[in-house]
């Protein structure tokens, strides 16, 4: 079992900055993939930023094409936390972030944190 929590999430003027964390427990020794979706009201959940960490790859990062340059994902094991730093927001970006990962074959998710971006 792991457990996922994340926080972090407010509201911002667009052009502004937000950070979101996703702290990481249980069953946590296996991950090696984490990443954060998105859900606007309306749209299905889609990937924002991934993150995976392996023996021989090293750590490795992918972003959606409307956050590339903008957000940054990055972990810290040591805290067993994800973080999404987010610059430059639209309010487009307006949305519910969940924290996500794959352990053993069985997928966890976060309780979500709200996001919203005014223009």
């Known amino acids: 079992q792991v457990q996922l929590v994340e926080s972090g999430g407010g509201l911002v003027q667009a052009g502004g900055s937000l950070r979101l964390s996703c702290a990481a427990s249980?069953?946590?020794?296996?991950?090696?993939?984490m990443g954060w979706y998105r859900q606007a009201p309306g749209k299905e959940r889609e990937l924002v930023a991934a993150?995976?960490?392996?023996?021989?790859?090293?750590?490795?990062?992918n972003y959606a094409d409307s956050v590339k340059g903008r957000f940054t994902i990055s972990r810290d094991n040591a805290k067993n936390t994800v973080y999404l730093q987010m610059n430059n927001l639209k309010p487009e970006d307006t949305a519910v972030y969940y924290c996500?990962?794959?352990?053993?074959?069985?997928?966890?998710w976060g309780q979500g944190t709200q996001v919203t971006v005014s223009s």
């Open positions: 249980g069953s946590i020794f296996s991950i090696n993939v």
């Open positions: 993150i995976t960490s392996g023996v021989t790859s090293g750590v490795t990062t």
């Open positions: 996500s990962t794959v352990v053993v074959g069985d997928v966890y």
